[in-house]
């Protein structure tokens, strides 16, 4: 907001212009106020993703040590078949998850938003409540209610005598982790979503209804576009959330271990093959090549989100 | 809220969103004069999906008063009549194996807290410096932090376990607490936060008055942007809670573990079967135990984080 044109070209003037010692000041405690923020940034994020960099180009042998390889683990990774089997699975998985969160958290915000409900604030609050629980805690509990020794769901389909339905199996655990994760994260996409639509200035609905749109139309042609913007920073962390799939598969993997291998996910692949099989170099590969596809995509949508608020 | 921050508020840029602060003192004059006749239909199809986000709570609830016996021979989402078994759980919970889940209750409280506040002062700092302080290298730097947020932490966590291992700080408290200091969209909410809040004339005013930078930001700043730090306090809070990888990674020392890790190794036995069964109970009655806090969290700062949570999104 302070750095709109007109206060950019003081800035450039003051620099070069006379009190530039009250400015170097002002510049030296604007770095002193961001500099244990920085240390902790260089030291925490910076250094490892370095480190990690660094350690993917070297390969332990069992003969000769560890030898620099350069970019072999990586053209080892793109044909590695386990690991490339696992970003299709999250690839599928943020593909299955990423538009039924977004749609019912946009559908949830805009029936709260409509003021045609009751009890608006008791749902909102109470589909918020699952963000609270954490997400291993989640796990179990899905894991339990999916399952037949005491599983909620069998007992119903015993009870009424069907045969239960296999949401552990291969073909249906996709889906299922989807859910959990449906579960937990739905409620705070709506909460996000919900206090941008609250947020429209009131003068745009006095405008469309003078227009005699309807309430369906309003939410598709003044809301949505109006909380374009949320919508795509809501789908670039789906994005993120989707490529770091780890603790829901995780835990269901000792409910269903035939089903979750050690390599079903990039981030369970890259977890094993540390602790595993002790080969952190390959692993440091995994890592960096799972960040570095999150961050292309991340660019994707941001250029998307550019584009379109530049030229609406 | 005070009403400088309001009239601040009032006059940012018309296409930018309101902030929450604004929206929510504007909904009381909508509400008032806009709201519709109750649809029914509508209230009914969100009251079912509010069965479904509710209903494994509660199943879990009923869950944590049933003993073993009673979990595999009672309908799930109805008390059993053989006995009401949630003190004899808790009991257990906390007494088995030493003990060690009250240990790591304590963990999770100790790592939550400590990271939650260091990093909410660190992005509060640095949110003040880049909001108010014009310096050089000033956007490449905001540009930086910013697109860390893109960096996943999972990803991160192997190599600043490799690290850690290499000064042997792996397996200890550090481990935990040091990673989870850093809080990029913190930052970026914090500077967001003050440009709105925070006027510069108030600064201004106070350095004429001679008072020192660290001083006004301590007494001045922190008190304007309380709401902004109370969201990012509380989104880091149920990070660190509910974090599992990091730990995972970090930790081999069943004393240091959090309770997300102890009860996955919990959960672990129990699937295993081998007799120790009687484990289904003890990760019910634990995590039961260990979501109460966060939600207590949730519903007493409510007013706070329904209007500074969804920050970020608002100004997307």
Same mark, same amino acid.
């Given at each position: 907001?302070?750095?709109?044109?007109?206060?950019?070209?003081?800035?450039?003037?003051? #620099?070069?212009?006379?009190?530039? #010692?009250? #400015?170097?000041?002002?510049?030296?405690?604007?770095?002193?106020?961001?500099?244990?923020?920085?240390?902790?940034?260089?030291?925490?994020?910076?250094?490892?993703?370095?480190?990690?960099?660094?350690?993917?180009?070297? #390969? !332990?042998?069992?003969?000769?040590?560890?030898?620099?390889?350069?970019?072999?683990?990586?053209?080892?990774? +793109?044909?590695?078949? *386990?690991?490339?089997?696992?970003?299709?699975?999250?690839?599928?998985?943020?593909?299955?998850?990423?538009?039924?969160?977004?749609?019912?958290?946009?559908?949830?915000? *805009?029936?709260?938003?409509?003021?045609?409900?009751?009890?608006?604030? +008791?749902?909102? *609050?109470?589909?918020?409540?699952?963000?609270?629980?954490?997400?291993?805690?989640?796990?179990?509990?899905?894991?339990?209610?999916?399952?037949?020794?005491?599983?909620?769901?069998?007992?119903?389909?015993?009870? /009424?005598?069907?045969?239960?339905?296999?949401?552990?199996?291969?073909?249906?655990?996709?889906?299922?982790?989807?859910?959990?994760?449906?579960?937990?994260?739905?409620?705070?996409?709506?909460?996000?979503?919900?206090?941008?639509?609250?947020?429209?200035?009131?003068?745009?609905?006095?405008? !469309?209804?003078?227009?005699?749109?309807?309430?369906?139309?309003?939410?598709?042609?003044?809301?949505?576009?109006?909380?374009?913007?949320?919508?795509?920073?809501?789908?670039? +962390?789906?994005?993120?959330?989707?490529?770091?799939?780890?603790?829901?598969?995780?835990?269901?993997?000792?409910?269903?271990?035939?089903?979750?291998? !050690?390599?079903?996910?990039?981030?369970?692949?890259?977890?094993?093959?540390?602790?595993?099989?002790?080969?952190?170099?390959?692993?440091?590969?995994?890592?960096?090549?799972?960040?570095?596809?999150?961050?292309?995509?991340?660019?994707?949508? /941001?250029?998307?989100?550019?584009?379109?608020?530049?030229?609406? | 809220?005070?009403?400088?921050?309001?009239?601040?508020?009032?006059?940012?840029?018309?296409?930018?969103?309101?902030?929450?602060?604004?929206?929510? @003192?504007?909904?009381?004059?909508?509400?008032?004069?806009?709201?519709?006749?109750?649809?029914?239909?509508?209230?009914?199809?969100?009251?079912?999906?509010?069965?479904?986000?509710?209903?494994?709570?509660?199943?879990?609830?009923?869950?944590?008063?049933?003993?073993?016996?009673?979990?595999?021979?009672?309908?799930?989402?109805?008390?059993?009549?053989?006995?009401?078994?949630?003190?004899?759980?808790?009991?257990?919970?906390?007494?088995?194996?030493?003990?060690?889940?009250?240990?790591?209750?304590?963990?999770?409280?100790?790592?939550?807290?400590?990271?939650?506040?260091?990093?909410?002062?660190?992005?509060?700092?640095?949110?003040?410096?880049?909001?108010?302080?014009?310096?050089?290298?000033?956007?490449?730097?905001?540009?930086?932090?910013?697109?860390?947020?893109?960096?996943?932490?999972?990803?991160?966590?192997?190599?600043?376990?490799?690290?850690?291992?290499?000064?042997?700080?792996?397996?200890? @408290?550090?481990?935990?607490?040091?990673?989870?200091?850093?809080?990029?969209?913190?930052?970026?909410?914090?500077?967001?936060?003050?440009?709105?809040?925070?006027?510069?004339?108030?600064?201004?005013?106070?350095?004429?008055?001679?008072?020192?930078?660290?001083?006004?930001?301590?007494?001045?700043?922190?008190?304007?942007?309380?709401?902004?730090?109370?969201?990012?306090?509380?989104?880091?809070?149920?990070?660190?809670?509910?974090?599992?990888?990091?730990?995972?990674?970090?930790?081999?020392?069943?004393?240091?573990?959090?309770?997300?890790?102890?009860?996955?190794?919990?959960?672990?036995?129990?699937?295993?079967?081998?007799?120790?069964?009687?484990?289904?109970?003890?990760?019910?009655?634990?995590?039961?135990?260990?979501?109460?806090?966060?939600?207590?969290?949730?519903?007493?700062?409510?007013?706070?984080?329904?209007?500074?949570?969804?920050?970020?999104?608002?100004?997307?």
């Amino acid at each position: 907001m302070t750095a709109a044109p007109p206060a950019r070209q003081a800035r450039t003037r003051k #620099r070069f212009g006379p009190g530039g #010692r009250r #400015r170097a000041r002002h510049a030296l405690t604007g770095y002193l106020f961001i500099a244990p923020f920085l240390a902790v940034f260089l030291l925490v994020l910076v250094l490892p993703l370095g480190y990690a960099f660094y350690l993917s180009l070297f #390969r !332990s042998r069992l003969v000769g040590g560890t030898v620099f390889v350069g970019l072999a683990n990586y053209g080892a990774a +793109f044909s590695d078949t *386990l690991f490339l089997h696992g970003m299709r699975l999250v690839t599928g998985y943020l593909l299955i998850q990423a538009p039924v969160m977004l749609g019912l958290a946009l559908f949830f915000a *805009l029936a709260l938003d409509s003021r045609r409900m009751r009890f608006v604030r +008791f749902i909102r *609050l109470g589909m918020f409540v699952p963000y609270a629980v954490p997400s291993v805690v989640a796990a179990l509990m899905w894991g339990y209610l999916y399952g037949g020794s005491f599983g909620l769901f069998a007992e119903i389909a015993r009870d /009424i005598g069907v045969e239960p339905f296999g949401f552990l199996t291969s073909k249906w655990m996709l889906g299922s982790i989807a859910n959990i994760s449906w579960w937990e994260f739905i409620g705070y996409t709506m909460i996000v979503m919900y206090a941008a639509l609250q947020a429209i200035p009131p003068e745009l609905y006095d405008a !469309s209804a003078v227009d005699g749109a309807g309430p369906l139309r309003t939410a598709w042609s003044v809301k949505i576009p109006m909380i374009r913007p949320v919508l795509q920073l809501l789908a670039f +962390f789906a994005v993120i959330g989707a490529f770091q799939l780890f603790s829901e598969p995780n835990i269901m993997a000792a409910v269903a271990p035939t089903v979750i291998g !050690s390599a079903y996910t990039p981030n369970l692949y890259a977890y094993n093959l540390v602790f595993t099989d002790q080969e952190p170099n390959y692993a440091a590969a995994i890592s960096f090549l799972v960040g570095f596809v999150i961050l292309i995509l991340s660019y994707a949508v /941001i250029f998307s989100m550019n584009r379109r608020t530049r030229n609406p | 809220m005070s009403s400088t921050s309001r009239t601040v508020q009032r006059h940012s840029i018309p296409d930018e969103p309101a902030s929450p602060v604004a929206g929510r @003192r504007r909904r009381g004059g909508r509400r008032s004069r806009r709201d519709l006749r109750p649809s029914n239909v509508l209230t009914l199809v969100m009251l079912a999906f509010l069965a479904y986000f509710l209903l494994p709570l509660v199943w879990l609830l009923i869950s944590s008063t049933k003993n073993v016996t009673q979990l595999f021979h009672s309908f799930g989402l109805w008390f059993s009549g053989g006995g009401f078994n949630l003190f004899a759980n808790i009991h257990t919970v906390f007494t088995y194996q030493n003990g060690v889940f009250g240990t790591w209750f304590e963990n999770t409280a100790l790592y939550a807290g400590v990271s939650a506040c260091a990093a909410t002062l660190l992005a509060a700092l640095g949110g003040y410096g880049f909001a108010k302080f014009k310096f050089p290298g000033r956007n490449a730097l905001f540009g930086m932090i910013l697109g860390s947020i893109m960096v996943p932490f999972t990803v991160l966590a192997i190599p600043t376990y490799l690290l850690l291992s290499k000064v042997s700080l792996d397996n200890t @408290r550090w481990a935990i607490i040091l990673p989870s200091m850093l809080s990029p969209f913190g930052l970026y909410l914090m500077r967001v936060y003050m440009e709105g809040a925070v006027p510069d004339s108030l600064l201004e005013s106070a350095r004429v008055d001679g008072a020192g930078e660290f001083r006004i930001f301590a007494t001045i700043v922190l008190r304007l942007a309380a709401p902004g730090l109370v969201t990012v306090l509380l989104l880091n809070l149920v990070a660190t809670w509910n974090n599992y990888f990091l730990p995972l990674v970090m930790l081999n020392n069943p004393q240091l573990f959090p309770i997300t890790v102890g009860l996955a190794q919990w959960n672990a036995q129990a699937t295993a079967g081998a007799g120790s069964q009687a484990l289904f109970n003890l990760v019910i009655a634990g995590s039961v135990i260990s979501i109460i806090p966060l939600i207590a969290a949730f519903l007493f700062l409510q007013r706070y984080w329904q209007s500074g949570l969804t920050l970020g999104g608002v100004k997307g």
